[in-house]
């Protein structure tokens, strides 16, 4: 095969025949039911083969990958949406979210092999070309679903209680003290008797607050990052309008208006018990805010967002494969200055502006953004030897940083990326006895060779050898 693939690249019809192979090698090849784990298996079997039948085997994969997604997997994507599009919104959105966490997933499998360049770009085109039409509306039928399911949850409970909601006051819950100190001097109208209910209920809240939970987690998966920290807050006002203001606010405002005036006799505060309750309700909704919203919409994403803009600018491929091996003067590249410069203002205006454990959650949470940035960054580039030393003296750089952070994990995720980076220059007999080293040790394999591929000496059988 290898010959004859040989003889035929030189003919006008050798797509013809990479065609073919493509399409033969998937004969028999989606037999389970899981079409995504059948394309792994698929590609790495055709990635073992490729290497020995064709001259340019990384643009055979490629095409390959291509055809499994445009033709395989999005026909099986649109069966699974269409159906329940237009007709069940819940299923619609669990099956959009599942189909698109396990597309990326498997799109993750397949960064490990050579795709030729910028293979992180190549299959994010391809996802999305996939799901475009409906990631394009996901967030309206989103809040669509939240509204009518936080509406239904209230309404089955007050139909639970025989209750009518009735309109009570206007002011909400900023009057709260100020009609407590008129209830204390004048009566504001007939009162309401409650018979003892609170109209609040933790079963109620968690269910809310549980439905909430689900669209945040939709909504960070599927939200385009420019648009996530808008489709957060449009979630999150949905939550206040139903829990806090539907549910609490109308609660107090019930339970304000049962308050008997001062010359009732054996008059029960039930209020008390609703302000009891409320406290303990309103704790549910301050956590989920802190734990799901604030890391959506936090500013963080500016800071990273300006990251990228300066590794763009400044970094050049020609820094780590300089075309003189002997010309290289500097110890680490402009785009590291910069990045670092940049880091080291923002980790001070944190500290700044925050105290307490408030400052270790923004900066554990920029802290391992920081590092998943710069991991993804040099994975874009080939490596000589020498640029492969300017590599690791950048992430020294990027490690002082990470020092600043004072956070323990931030600091190791940045020394593992440094010991990876030993990775770029070492010589491929010693790559084994590396790689069985205390920080690499527990890697997965598919990290180690992918640092190792990105050496511009790789393609050597001595490496590829070495590292089997």
Not at 81 to 96: G, T, V
Not at 154 to 169: E, F, M, P, T, V
Not at 273 to 292: I, P, R, S, Y
Request: hydrophobic residues 40%.
């Amino acid at each position: 095969m290898r010959e004859v693939a040989a003889v035929l690249l030189h003919f006008k019809g050798y797509s013809h025949c990479v065609d073919v192979y493509i399409k033969q090698c998937q004969e028999g090849a989606y037999l389970r039911n899981d079409i995504f784990e059948d394309a792994a298996i698929l590609c790495q079997r055709v990635n073992k083969q490729v290497g020995d039948i064709f001259s340019n085997p990384e643009t055979v994969l490629a095409k390959l990958i291509q055809n499994v997604f445009e033709i395989k997997l999005q026909s099986f994507v649109k069966d699974q949406l269409e159906e329940c599009r237009k007709s069940d919104a819940e299923q619609y959105l669990k099956s959009l979210y599942d189909l698109y966490t396990r597309t990326t997933n498997l799109s993750s499998k397949l960064m490990e092999f050579n795709l030729g360049t910028d293979k992180q770009t190549f299959l994010s085109k391809l996802i999305k070309s996939i799901f475009i039409s409906y990631l394009e509306n996901y967030i309206e039928v989103e809040t669509g679903y939240l509204k009518s399911r936080s509406a239904m949850i209230l309404q089955r409970y007050y139909d639970s209680k025989n209750h009518q909601k009735r309109s009570i006051g206007t002011g909400g819950i900023q009057d709260l003290k100020e009609r407590i100190r008129q209830r204390t001097n004048l009566p504001l109208g007939p009162s309401i008797d409650t018979h003892g209910e609170t109209f609040l209920s933790q079963e109620v809240v968690v269910n809310l607050l549980q439905e909430t939970k689900q669209a945040f987690e939709r909504c960070h998966r599927l939200s385009d990052p420019s648009d996530l920290p808008r489709n957060a807050f449009r979630i999150f006002t949905i939550l206040v309008e139903f829990l806090c203001i539907e549910h609490i606010d109308y609660a107090l405002e019930t339970g304000l208006a049962g308050i008997p005036s001062s010359d009732s006799r054996n008059a029960n505060l039930y209020f008390l018990d609703v302000v009891h309750q409320a406290n303990t309700v309103f704790h549910l909704f301050d956590k989920q805010f802190n734990d799901h919203l604030m890391p959506l919409i936090r500013t963080l994403n500016c800071m990273i967002g300006q990251m990228k803009h300066i590794l763009a600018a400044e970094q050049k491929k020609t820094d780590f494969k300089p075309e003189d091996e002997n010309s290289v003067l500097i110890q680490y590249t402009n785009a590291c200055v910069k990045v670092c410069a940049y880091v080291r203002k923002q980790v001070e205006k944190i500290k700044n502006s925050m105290d307490g454990k408030n400052v270790d959650t923004v900066l554990m949470e920029l802290g391992v953004r920081f590092h998943r940035l710069i991991y993804e960054h040099l994975q874009q580039y080939s490596y000589s030897c020498m640029g492969g030393m300017l590599a690791i003296c950048d992430v020294a750089e990027y490690r002082k940083c990470a020092k600043d952070f004072k956070i323990p994990l931030v600091l190791q995720l940045f020394d593992t990326l440094h010991a990876l980076c030993n990775l770029l220059v070492v010589n491929p007999d010693n790559l084994k006895q590396v790689c069985s080293g205390e920080q690499l040790a527990n890697l997965d394999k598919n990290i180690l060779h992918s640092f190792v591929q990105l050496r511009a000496d790789y393609r050597s059988a001595r490496l590829a050898r070495h590292f089997s």
